[in-house]
Nanobody, 123 residues
């Protein structure tokens, strides 16, 4: 079992920044690729970014590349999502997830999920 707890969400004005954190406990954190997803009201959950077990490879949705940065600290069992130049359309609940197999873009491949953290971007 892996328990994931997100933090760092909140209300920010358009153009601002937030840094989300996801702390993991349980089995060896470095055994899992990690991903961030988001879900806006009335919409399906969508892939945001993923990072490999070592942190050497990262993957992004094209629309977020250059604005969002995923990173991890295996010594602290934590994955981060730095979000810059936020837009109102980034408003959503953001979830982190752990994938035992690889850095997938599909939510169905992930084994464990956090409870989510709300990000609201005002215009």
């Amino acid at each position: 079992q892996v328990q994931l707890v997100e933090s760092g969400g909140g209300l920010v004005q358009a153009g601002g920044s937030l840094r989300l954190s996801c702390a993991a406990s349980g089995r060896t954190f470095s055994s899992y690729a990690m991903g961030w997803f988001r879900q806006a009201p009335g919409k399906e959950r969508e892939f945001v970014a993923a990072i490999s077990r070592s942190g050497g490879n990262t993957y992004y949705v094209d629309s977020m590349k250059g604005r969002f940065t995923i990173s991890r600290d295996n010594a602290k069992n934590t994955v981060y999502l730095q979000m810059n130049s936020l837009k109102p359309e980034d408003t959503a609940v953001y979830y982190c997830a752990a994938d035992a197999r690889g850095s997938s873009r599909s939510a169905y491949e992930y084994d464990y999920w956090g409870q989510g953290t709300q990000v609201t971007v005002s215009s």
